[in-house]
């Protein structure tokens, strides 16, 4: 039977593994076998929110071994170390648990097909102290950390008369960085109404970014406009044309000589791929990215897939495809097709990918959504409160339609939407 192992359950992986799971694995015509570093999934893109609370992982972590029992795959947990490309074997560093004890030992998988898609680390450009003093959003215990860190503070430093601001600092106003900004805002509303004791201006959140204006990344000015205003509305002091050089206990030193004070800190300034991709025998970029052909297929080994932000993938205008979770997506379910073709003819012609722009969205919590869409028309459509929250929201359950199908799906949603109106707003425990 053609095995095939898939290394990252994220936002492309998991969509990978609901359709190759259904149509291969559960009817016993290929043996699948999926690899993470976590137990659970949580779609990357809700980090932000899982970070402050508004995201309960009891009700949106999807648990790789249910998951794969129902679907068709087998789950096996560990972080990739190595590839042996003569024997196709994938190999497992030990694993260990907090406190440095080994719970199992380096292992190995053997495949006929493998496919990476294990996506990116936020890149701390060598700048000192960022790995240090920063809280990152890379991962879903990373955020569950946070959390913590966030809660005790607004606790702490409500009690606390010596303490005039709980001050924070996002470094990189991309999705990322303007979304975890706005969600402090809404966290402490609701940590306000209940009960805990934060004045008005308690939180004082301050989002650097090198380049001119925020969200630099957003080619439409009126939305950028839009998230700039609801920012500053909110009172997140912003500093734009700031490099941060320097990270200390205690702040941010910056290239014009400012020091920005800050009790927590959160890196979310650009990515890469992770460093261990850069050690297994395939070609990489500078950003540790594989080189794909554009059919996602490894340039130095037709068995090798990869896709989203850990793939470097040509397109026909000379561009690379970008980090996105729209680019992961459709890699992944192209990636799925070529397996179900290579099956059953390893020489079967496989298409290529067309990165197909098909917009995005912003979402500043409860307090404002923008985005484009419709990209077929130029320029696209710009949207702005409600129904762009209603797409946002879509896209999310979307995502979770592909993992669990339709049936299953559409009562999993309804499930948590009744959980979400039934518990707290906030996790705060
Ligand atoms: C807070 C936040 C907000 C975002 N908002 C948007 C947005 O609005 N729009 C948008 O398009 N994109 C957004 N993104 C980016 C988007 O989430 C990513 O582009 C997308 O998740 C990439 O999907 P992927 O499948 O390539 O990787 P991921 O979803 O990152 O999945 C990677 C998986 O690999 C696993 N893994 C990592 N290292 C290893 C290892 N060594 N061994 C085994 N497993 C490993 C991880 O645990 C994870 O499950 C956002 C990201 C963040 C953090």
């Not at 650009?270 to 395939?282: I, Q």
Request: charged fraction near 25%; charge should be neutral.
């Amino acid at each position: 039977m053609t095995k095939i192992v898939v290394v990252g359950g994220g936002a492309g992986g998991m969509e990978l593994l609901g359709k190759i799971g259904r149509k291969l694995g559960k009817k016993g015509k290929a043996e699948i076998t999926l690899v993470d570093v976590c137990d659970h999934h949580i779609w990357k893109a809700l980090l932000h929110e899982l970070a402050t609370g508004s995201l309960d992982e009891g009700i949106n972590a999807v648990d790789y071994r249910v998951h794969g029992a129902n679907t068709g795959y087998r789950f096996e947990q560990g972080a990739l170390s190595g590839i042996d490309r003569i024997n196709r074997k994938v190999i497992l560093a030990p694993m260990t648990d907090k406190d440095g004890i080994e719970v199992l030992p380096e292992r190995q998988i053997d495949y006929d097909y493998l496919v990476l898609g294990i996506g990116a680390v936020t890149n701390d450009f060598g700048i000192p102290g960022v790995k240090e003093h920063c809280n990152f959003l890379d991962l879903t215990t990373q955020a569950m950390d946070l959390r913590q860190k966030i809660l005790t503070r607004f606790l702490q430093y409500a009690k606390n008369p010596d303490h005039d601001h709980f001050e924070i600092a996002i470094v990189g106003s991309g999705a990322t960085g303007v979304e975890m900004a706005a969600e402090m805002h809404h966290a402490a509303d609701i940590l306000r109404g209940y009960g805990y004791e934060i004045s008005p201006d308690l939180l004082k959140v301050n989002l650097i970014e090198a380049a001119d204006r925020v969200m630099p990344g957003l080619e439409q000015d009126s939305l950028q406009k839009a998230v700039d205003t609801q920012l500053r509305d909110l009172g997140i002091e912003i500093h734009t044309g700031t490099m941060v050089t320097e990270v200390t206990a205690e702040g941010m030193k910056t290239k014009c000589g400012k020091f920005i004070q800050a009790d927590l800190m959160i890196w979310a300034a650009g990515v890469k791929a992770p460093e261990v991709l850069s050690t297994l025998d395939l070609q990489t970029n500078k950003a540790n990215q594989i080189k794909v052909h554009q059919n996602c297929q490894s340039i130095d080994d037709p068995r090798i897939f990869s896709f989203g932000d850990c793939a470097e993938c040509p397109q026909p205008d000379g561009s690379f495809t970008p980090p996105r979770g729209q680019t992961a997506r459709q890699m992944a379910l192209l990636i799925g097709d070529h397996l179900m073709k290579l099956r059953k003819d390893d020489k079967a012609e496989l298409k290529p990918y067309v990165y197909h722009n098909l917009g995005g969205f912003v979402n500043m919590s409860k307090f404002h959504t923008v985005g484009n869409m419709f990209t077929f028309m130029k320029g696209g459509v710009n949207v702005h409160g409600w129904p762009a929250r209603f797409v946002y929201t879509t896209l999310y359950r979307r995502h979770m339609l592909a993992i669990h199908g339709p049936v299953k799906g559409v009562f999993m949603l309804a499930l948590n939407g009744m959980q979400r109106w039934m518990r707290p707003e906030l996790k705060i425990w």
